[in-house]
């Protein structure tokens, strides 16, 4: 390791899960006795960055247009890691939102995605993303359960690349810089 090398960690500081408040202060201990080699990326989560993905309802092929709402309300109401329910006028968005057990913006962003990438080969949760973020392949092994759209490439180094590179997603990776 160089001098100079630095380590970028992805920390879900969320400001209203107290779970994640509290690792965020203990982590914060540590980076500051790191010496500058270690930086945190203020971001609420992940999952997060693929909601905003703008490619992610043509690539994942979902047809649930009340899910796509939500999302296109969701992404709109963000204002300093939260979901501001005040910019929702949709009673049932509002509903969705407030619905869940243990209320966190967090949540939200990860129950939301986890609508989009239902297919076996699209999630994003766990250790590794789905076969179909990063392999050449849109192919579900359950024909039944086929929720695949078409991404304009099938290359999946290109993928990976569109969705690091994508405008929406190279604008929030600025703001958490």
């Not at 969705?96 to 990438?117: D, H, I, N, P």
């Not at 076996?120 to 929720?147: I, R």
Request: aromatic content about 10%.
């Amino acid at each position: 390791m160089k001098e100079d090398d630095k380590y970028y960690i992805s920390f879900d500081y969320v400001v209203d899960n107290q779970d994640i408040r509290n690792k965020y202060r203990m982590l914060k201990l540590i980076t500051d006795k790191a010496e500058g080699k270690i930086i945190i990326l203020d971001m609420i989560c992940f999952e997060y960055l693929i909601l905003a993905f703008d490619k992610l309802v043509a690539w994942t092929g979902t047809g649930k247009t009340d899910k796509i709402k939500i999302r296109e309300e969701v992404l709109s109401a963000i204002e300093d890691h939260r979901i501001n329910l005040s910019r929702i006028d949709d009673e049932k968005i509002l509903q969705y939102v407030a619905g869940f057990k243990r209320y966190s913006t967090e949540r939200v962003m990860k129950s939301l995605v986890g609508e989009f990438t239902q297919n076996e080969k699209w999630p994003v949760k766990g250790a590794l993303m789905g076969e179909c973020w990063y392999k050449d392949c849109c192919v579900s092994v359950h024909l039944g359960n086929l929720m695949c759209g078409k991404p304009e490439i099938e290359d999946g180094n290109k993928k990976m690349r569109m969705l690091i590179q994508s405008e929406t997603v190279r604008d929030l990776i600025e703001v958490i810089h």
